[in-house]
Nanobody, 121 residues
């Protein structure tokens, strides 16, 4: 199947920056979309940013102008550069990948275990 390993979370003061990384491995044939979701305490998981294979990107309104998603197809990796962080960005951030794997003719959804981002003074 597909394994996702996230890194880059941590604690930062308001206005600071963090860069999240996610590397996918396993029996991957191709990857369609890659994205980052987050879940704050007591809230539902929400999509933060997404990039599809052609390079088109989507950002939730709160992330526009502050976050940048990018992907490295050669490494099966996706990144989220987060600038001007706010306390309300505090959440567990999850990497999500739509990938086709060996022996399967469909794209499945795969999730990382999450990395905690805390924005606090």
């Amino acid at each position: 199947q597909v394994q996702l390993v996230e890194s880059g979370g941590g604690s930062v003061q308001p206005g600071g920056s963090l860069r999240l990384s996610c590397a996918a491995s396993g029996s991957i044939v191709s990857i369609n979309a890659m994205g980052w979701y987050r879940q704050a305490p007591g809230k539902e998981r929400e999509l933060v940013a997404r990039v599809i294979s052609g390079g088109s990107t989507y950002y939730t309104d709160s992330a526009k102008g502050r976050f940048t998603i990018s992907r490295d197809n050669a490494k099966n990796a996706v990144y989220l550069q987060m600038n001007s962080l706010k306390p309300e960005d505090t959440a567990v951030y999850y990497c999500q990948v739509e990938a086709a794997t060996t022996g399967h003719n469909y794209y499945g959804n795969y999730w990382g275990k999450g990395t905690l981002v805390t924005v606090s003074s």
